[in-house]
């Protein structure tokens, strides 16, 4: 390419100072001075050399667009490889981003994960005051039938104290029979 352009600018160089050297010559050939009549020679000379300058001209004009569409081409391979890295480092950003945004997804997860451990730790606290309050339940329940035993056991107790005193109340009247037998032995000796 770089070959290219440097062909393309001495070729220009070399034809524009072609193109220059039949202006200089054509310049005094066709001038001449107001008071000289044109002659024969003069006319023919200035064709060849117009028609050379034409072609210097057409030429020159040729490499000139020729240059502007390398420099064109050129601006364009920039522009190209100007989007082309600009592209890359898009698609970069969006993977970087596409990155970010799954690390996200993740995170949140994560959290989610972590509020259901929360939870099942709450409703496994809820299960053992559950069972804790089942225990107190059952500890009552056993206090109150130790409670019944007792008030039974009071009353077997009770029971066998009024049988006491029935029974020392009997002992009473046997005794006093007793008594009456001996007074009546006494009374029956006299």
């Given at each position: 390419?770089?070959?290219?352009?440097?062909?393309?600018?001495?070729?220009?160089?070399?034809?524009?100072?072609?193109a220059?050297?039949?202006?200089?010559?054509?310049?005094?050939?066709?001038?001449?001075?107001?008071a000289?009549?044109?002659?024969?020679?003069?006319?023919?000379?200035?064709?060849p050399?117009?028609?050379?300058?034409?072609?210097?001209?057409?030429?020159?004009?040729?490499?000139?667009?020729k240059?502007?569409?390398?420099?064109?081409?050129?601006?364009?391979?920039?522009?190209?490889?100007?989007?082309?890295?600009?592209?890359?480092?898009?698609?970069?950003?969006?993977?970087?981003?596409?990155?970010?945004?799954?690390?996200?997804?993740?995170?949140?997860?994560?959290?989610?994960?972590?509020?259901?451990?929360?939870?099942?730790?709450?409703?496994?606290?809820?299960?053992?005051?559950?069972?804790?309050?089942?225990?107190?339940?059952?500890?009552?329940?056993?206090?109150?039938?130790a409670?019944?035993?007792?008030?039974?056991?009071?009353?077997?107790?009770?029971?066998?104290?009024?049988?006491?005193?029935?029974?020392?109340?009997?002992?009473?009247?046997?005794?006093?029979?007793?008594?009456?037998k001996?007074?009546?032995?006494?009374?029956?000796?006299?």
């Amino acid at each position: 390419m770089k070959k290219l352009f440097a062909l393309v600018i001495a070729a220009a160089m070399g034809l524009s100072s072609v193109a220059f050297a039949a202006d200089t010559t054509a310049a005094p050939a066709t001038t001449t001075t107001p008071a000289a009549a044109p002659t024969a020679a003069a006319p023919a000379a200035a064709a060849p050399a117009a028609k050379a300058t034409h072609k210097a001209k057409a030429t020159h004009h040729k490499a000139k667009a020729k240059k502007k569409a390398v420099a064109q081409k050129a601006q364009a391979a920039k522009k190209h490889k100007k989007a082309k890295k600009a592209a890359v480092a898009q698609k970069a950003q969006a993977a970087k981003k596409h990155h970010k945004a799954k690390k996200a997804v993740a995170q949140k997860a994560q959290a989610a994960k972590k509020h259901h451990k929360a939870k099942k730790a709450v409703a496994q606290k809820a299960q053992a005051a559950k069972k804790h309050h089942k225990a107190k339940k059952a500890v009552a329940q056993k206090a109150q039938a130790a409670k019944k035993h007792h008030k039974a056991k009071k009353a077997v107790a009770q029971k066998a104290q009024a049988a006491k005193k029935h029974h020392k109340a009997k002992k009473a009247v046997a005794q006093k029979a007793q008594a009456a037998k001996k007074h009546h032995k006494k009374a029956a000796k006299k």
